[in-house]
């Protein structure tokens, strides 16, 4: 399964058609040598330049990641792992750790695969390129309490965001938390998925070649009187109004990219017993919810073919790679693995996370 949940992908096809300026898509991937990341560990040159993070990360993109990524640094990337060989941009998530119900020790959980959608939404505004070095983060680190509602919301004039999910492909379309559960002891279920919700789901997500998936949405309106550095300030989610998805005046609208990650759970099925309450899965950072989960961005895209990319491909879940005319052509081979300045520690099982996260939320 390489497309968005049921739910996003109604919205997308009553959206595409609704106006004379079409809503399109199309999905960057990666050469990503049998679901590895092209680095992982304690790195996140937004957060925590220079210096360890606080938590581990797996990485994907260009090769001049490091602890301190400036202005067009990753355009200078020797390589990378898109099958764009002009995005040089970096994408990064928390790892996900499996955590032995029987001794308390953790274990990573391998990246199945990971997908970046770029949507060029129904718009007034002219959709931009990315500036190169633009620094962009979305989710909370530090969230344990419950979001006001399973579904995801993107419409700042409805409320406050929330732009994370879970979603849970499973045989037989079992429910996936607690029947009522009200996020305080267990997930949310989406009002609208069945197969999607806030948290981590309490069942084994068995689907075919469709493990547990991390949806996370990035906003899509830059202010570029705030600059490519301030992430905490510098974007917003543009406001809904029809079909259309518009940015404030004197704010640039730039695709909105999505992550879709997929995780190798089914490997643990046979080290947890399901009870319908609980489940043994915690972000790196320590989140036993699920509802901390966040992603980072550095653009390191050549504007042009980025721009060439907004202004003419809609090749949908088909890929970026069978766009026309890609300016600087395609990867087929090249894994691009990237050297970590704060590796993980290389033992199969750990006693702690690295960082020395203790495991909170719920119980």
Not at 320 to 325: Q, R, T, V, Y
Not at 326 to 336: A, S
Request: proline fraction near 9%.
């Amino acid at each position: 399964m390489k497309v968005p949940s049921v739910n996003l992908l109604f919205t997308l096809v009553t959206v595409a058609y609704a106006g004379k300026n079409s809503r399109t898509f199309t999905v960057l991937r990666f050469n990503n040598d049998a679901g590895k990341f092209s680095t992982e560990g304690r790195m996140d040159p937004i957060i925590s330049p220079g210096a360890a993070s606080s938590h581990s990360h797996g990485i994907m993109g260009g090769s001049n990641f490091g602890l301190i990524v400036q202005g067009d640094h990753l355009l200078d990337s020797n390589c990378t792992n898109a099958l764009i060989k002009n995005d040089k941009s970096n994408y990064w998530i928390p790892d996900l750790w499996f955590r032995s119900p029987t001794n308390g020790t953790f274990r990573k959980v391998p990246l199945f695969y990971m997908n970046i959608y770029y949507f060029f939404e129904e718009s007034d505004d002219d959709i931009k390129a990315f500036p190169p070095g633009l620094k962009m983060v979305i989710g909370d680190p530090t969230k344990r309490d419950p979001p006001a509602t399973g579904g995801l919301q993107l419409d700042p004039t409805k409320g406050k965001i929330q732009p994370v999910q879970w979603v849970c492909p499973a045989q037989g379309n079992p429910d996936r938390y607690p029947p009522g559960s009200d996020g305080t002891h267990a997930g949310l279920q989406d009002p609208n998925d069945k197969g999607a919700g806030a948290g981590f789901p309490v069942i084994n997500c068995d689907g075919y070649a469709s493990p547990l998936r991390q949806d996370i949405h990035l906003p899509s309106c830059y202010n570029p009187s705030v600059g490519i550095e301030d992430y905490k300030n510098n974007m917003a989610f543009p406001t809904v109004s029809g079909s259309k998805q518009n940015c404030p005046a004197g704010w640039v609208h730039v695709p909105h990219v999505f992550f879709e990650v997929y995780w190798d759970t089914p490997h643990f099925a046979n080290d947890w017993q399901r009870d319908g309450q609980h489940q043994p899965f915690v972000l790196a950072n320590g989140d036993r919810t699920g509802y901390s989960s966040h992603g980072d961005m550095i653009s390191g895209w050549d504007v042009d073919t980025l721009q060439a990319i907004i202004d003419s491909c809609d090749t949908g879940t088909s890929g970026m790679d069978n766009c026309p005319d890609i300016i600087g052509g395609v990867n087929r081979n090249d894994i691009c693995r990237i050297n970590p300045d704060f590796p993980d520690p290389a033992s199969e099982w750990l006693t702690v996370l690295p960082g020395n996260n203790p495991v909170t939320g719920w119980e």
